[in-house]
């Protein structure tokens, strides 16, 4: 088990930033489909950039490489490829197969939003074009390009352990209870609509719940030992995702990042 005095010196300096996130102004803000496309088409490129930091922990923390060879934890390595799974061939409400960035595009396609920005910008990925590029060929909003530049600085420049926090406690630890949140406005403010997000968020609620939550604080843990640099240095990781995170809603909320 992790060290109960490190996660909990974790989980006691995120604790203020969670609260701001669960309880924002943003969710309240979704009253009509026009805000609910609108906060789409921004979340978006979250959505796409939540799989390229868990891509990047599997690189370094499972071995992706031919001739392969046993690399690191076991349990790590299991933590990863389940989630991996999940995120990247989950069963979609009809029972076909497909990750959860593509689900999310059908549920704004289902929503009428524009998806064309985001099929653009995957083109452009596709092409070799660099992502802070490609972002700004398809003119997504200042915010989201914000947003997933702090994510690719976390994971082009940090260590394991803080890749690791930052995915944990930024994403896992997180994303249950803040789309527990928009799961109670949606049902709310558009009952018997939008099933395809109903479905995409109730899919994370499941997956990344205790389960994949508590495996993260193990990932944490197994990460940074007995070395007390590595969890300072992981506290501030986990600090500056949610940090980041309240900047994309707080950017959508004041003007739609206009």
């Known amino acids: 088990m992790p060290s109960v005095s490190s996660s909990q010196t974790i989980a006691s300096a995120i604790e203020p930033l969670r609260q701001k996130l669960l309880n924002h102004g943003l969710y309240g803000r979704l009253q009509s489909p026009t805000d609910l496309v609108r906060f789409m088409e921004h979340h978006v490129y979250a959505v796409w950039d939540f799989m390229s930091l868990l891509k990047e922990l599997q690189r370094r923390l499972t071995c992706v490489e031919v001739p392969w060879v046993p690399r690191g934890n076991a349990a790590v390595r299991g933590l990863i490829n389940e989630i991996v799974l999940g995120e990247e061939s989950d069963r979609a409400s009809d029972g076909s197969v497909c990750s959860h960035f593509e689900l999310y595009l059908a549920a704004m396609r ?149």
Request: glycine share 8%; net charge negative.
């Open 110 to 258: 289902e929503a009428g939003a524009d998806i064309k920005p985001a099929e653009r910008f995957i083109d452009q990925l596709r092409k070799g074009v660099p992502v802070p590029t490609a972002l700004t060929t398809v003119s997504a909003p200042d915010c989201a390009r914000r947003f997933v530049a702090a994510t690719f600085e976390i994971l082009t420049t940090g260590k394991d352990h803080e890749v690791a926090a930052a995915f944990t406690y930024g994403r896992e630890d997180l994303i249950p209870s803040m789309f527990g949140q928009l799961v109670t406005n949606l049902a709310q403010q558009f009952p018997g609509r939008v099933g395809l997000l109903r479905y995409y968020l109730d899919r994370h609620i499941q997956l990344d719940g205790d389960h994949h939550a508590k495996l993260g604080e193990q990932m944490v843990a197994d990460l940074c030992g007995q070395d007390e640099q590595r969890w300072q240095e992981a506290r501030k990781a986990a600090i500056f995702a949610l940090e980041q995170r309240l900047l994309l809603w707080d950017g959508i909320a004041a003007g739609w990042c206009n």
